[in-house]
């Protein structure tokens, strides 16, 4: 069922996870949304477009180009709060406010790594991998209208997949050595919340564990004869695909759902592009 699936990504990881029946809506069957995710919907999308919009503005800037300029472009509130934010957090000093024509050498913005997981490749695209002083930093902006949890953000597939993947697929960025765990750490840094960033070092235990998880998971997607849908009713509010499943018609409140419902496109990612292991 799943022979025409190449790619896992930590999004579809999650929607396996979350709900199998959405997993196969979505990546197998790859429908389009017949329902709003959310309410209110306009709004909602608006929001969902900013947040895309600011992704582009961060990138521009890590890039080389000077922050007087990006911020032409941050034509919205949204944008201008979270850009004002960003180049005065707190923890991004040495990314958002370094000076005009700093050294870009290690930054990796946007960055996409994939490497064999069974018989698909796990594949993941960073907002930024900062390498320097024997680090590799994994940031990823996230302009959420609530701050998770940290036991939430640890436990998602996102938090697991983008540290051991950089393990996994990283030497070309480091000198053609793989990084070790301890190396590693990811932050997540919130555009509503700038002083409140989310840490999350490794450790080779952790690694081991997710790896093993992720070697699991995969064989168990390649050999599932079939996708049930949740039991959690609750998952369903915030799914697109409600009207497909008989739950419900009303759609959940934004701001939570855009906790549970982020997907990323990675159907179309050029695999000329990405730096992998060797087979
Ligand atoms: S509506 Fe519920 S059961 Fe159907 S795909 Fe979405 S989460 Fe799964």
Redesign the pocket.
Known sequence: MTEQLRTLSQSSLQDYS??P??FE?RYIQRLTYPAAEAEPALENEKHQQEGEYFHRLVQQHLIGIPAEQVGKLANTDNLQRWWENYLHAPDLRGLAQRPVGGDLGGLYAEATLSAPLGNFRLVAKYDLIAIGGGKATIYDWKTYRKRPKNDWLHIRWQTRVYRALLVQAGAHLNGGNPFTPEQIEMVYWFADFPTEPAHFPYHADQYKRDWDALTKIAGEIRSASSFP??DE?S??SF????S??D?GIRAGDAADAELETAAEELFDINFEQIGEIAF
């Open positions: 979350d709900c029946r959405r809506l849908k949740t009713v998952k369903c799914c697109p695909y409600r497909y499943c739950r």
